[in-house]
């Protein structure tokens, strides 16, 4: 990449031309200079050419904690690698399990210190709960068939829902209602978790992960971090020639708290984190892909009106409503508005750089459609990225 020069070819070569003089040995000369034009002219273009099959970008993945960068990754690896097997989904199963423990352990356990606090339908359920909080956290517990009924049992009862449906309040992972659907068949001992399944399940990531794929010939090294704020010093380890950063923020999260300060607004954080990923030294000639992620249950949350935008951020309330979206005419307006507001908020720190963007997409990564539609237009954005980066060495 280094080794790249600006182009003078054009002018170059139209001098050259333009001053082939008549005499024999003046002609020879000429003759001798227009063959080393055109070798160096064909050595050119075979450079280009292998520097466009080896075109590789270099991309970190980050965002705050819980906002779908390991889905994404999940998702190259369905679509651009080999997928899952019955073996590696088989491997999946335990932390399957433990999200269904977790998910139960935080809305039990959370239902008596809401305010107002929440009590079971059938308070004779209380030896479940006491058996979740209790036994379930063991080191060496095994999941034994009981436990499961003890799950769907009480994600039946209506306390239990009623907590749940106020989980904004408290931390609760975001795969808690899909596993918890689907109890009694994790339950089942040939349970073999689905692609849905895989994209669904909650890991905590540590660390730095390299994925590599290829598409159309170009090479993506991709490179998964963990959001949480103690994982993010790590970060700068992936910040040296890469193309363009991917960052993902979960749009759902305005209504909740964040899991490692239950003071900050986990939006907020993800706005914040984003002015720190822009301004950052080592970024300074990086555009930047903006995943407005979790749109499913954006939607969910913006339609349901249970928890409003405004109530988190004020300033919403005077946000005007834009016109429909080209891509979508016939969403909801307030829905529109609402997804503009939040992209409103990132473009603002974006702007006014002419040497990068910030190139916004509305993103669902646990759907594999979206995903590939959305990862198409990426592909030409660094591609362009790519190319004017070469042109500045
Ligand atoms: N409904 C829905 N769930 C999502 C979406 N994206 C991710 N999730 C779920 O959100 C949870 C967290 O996603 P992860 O991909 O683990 O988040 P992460 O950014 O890698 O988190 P850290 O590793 O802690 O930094 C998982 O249970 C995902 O299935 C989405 O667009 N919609
Ligand atoms: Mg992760």
């Not at 070798?39 to 991309?59: C, G, P, R, V, Y």
């Not at 978790?193 to 890991?203: M, T």
């Not at 935008?309 to 005007?320: A, R, S, V, W």
Request: aromatic residues 10%; positive net charge.
């Amino acid at each position: 990449m280094s080794c790249f020069r600006p182009k003078t070819k054009d002018g170059d070569g139209e001098v050259a031309n333009g001053k082939v003089p008549g005499s024999g040995k003046m002609a020879k000369s000429a003759g001798k200079d227009k063959a080393k034009e055109r070798k160096d002219d064909i050595e050119k273009k075979l450079k280009q050419e292998k520097k466009q099959h080896a075109m590789t970008h270099k991309i970190p993945v980050v965002g705050a904690g819980e906002s779908g960068k390991s889905t994404l990754i999940k998702q190259m690896q369905i679509l651009y690698l080999t997928g899952y097997d019955d073996s590696a989904r088989r491997e999946k199963v335990p932390d399957i399990r433990r999200n269904i423990r977790d998910g139960m352990l935080s809305i039990t356990g959370a239902m008596p210190n809401l305010n107002p606090p929440v009590q079971l339908e059938h308070p004779e359920y209380q030896e479940y709960v006491d058996y979740v909080q209790n036994e379930s956290t063991a080191k060496d517990f095994d999941y034994p068939e009981k436990f499961f009924e003890y799950c769907c049992t009480l994600w039946k009862d209506k306390g239990v829902q009623e907590a749940f449906s106020r989980s904004n309040e408290y931390q609760l992972i975001d795969s808690a209602k899909w596993f918890l659907d689907k109890c009694a068949e994790v339950a089942k001992p040939e349970y073999l978790p689905d692609e849905q399944d895989i994209l669904r399940c909650r890991v905590l990531t540590s660390g730095i992960f390299e994925t590599k794929f290829t598409v159309e010939k170009v090479m993506f090294h991709m490179f998964d971090v963990g959001g949480q704020r103690e994982e993010r010093r790590k970060w700068i380890q992936v910040f040296h020639d890469i193309t363009a950063v991917i960052f993902v923020c979960a749009c759902s999260g305005y209504d909740s708290r964040l899991r490692e300060d239950p003071t900050q607004n986990r939006l907020k954080e993800s706005i914040e984190l984003f002015r720190t990923i822009w301004n950052n030294r080592y970024l300074k000639q990086n555009s930047v892909i903006l995943f407005l992620n979790k749109q499913d249950t954006f939607q969910e949350k913006i339609l349901k009106g249970k928890t409003k935008l405004e109530d988190f951020f004020e300033e919403y309330k005077n946000y005007p409503q834009p016109g429909p979206d080209s891509e979508n005419p016939k969403e909801e307006p307030e829905l529109t508005r609402a997804k503009s507001f939040v992209r409103d908020k990132f473009q603002a720190i974006a702007q006014g750089d002419g040497q990068r963007r910030c190139y916004p997409h509305y993103t669902t990564a646990v759907d594999t459609e979206n995903i590939r539609r959305v990862f198409a237009d990426c592909q030409t954005i660094l591609r362009r990225v790519y190319m004017a980066q070469l042109n500045l060495l």
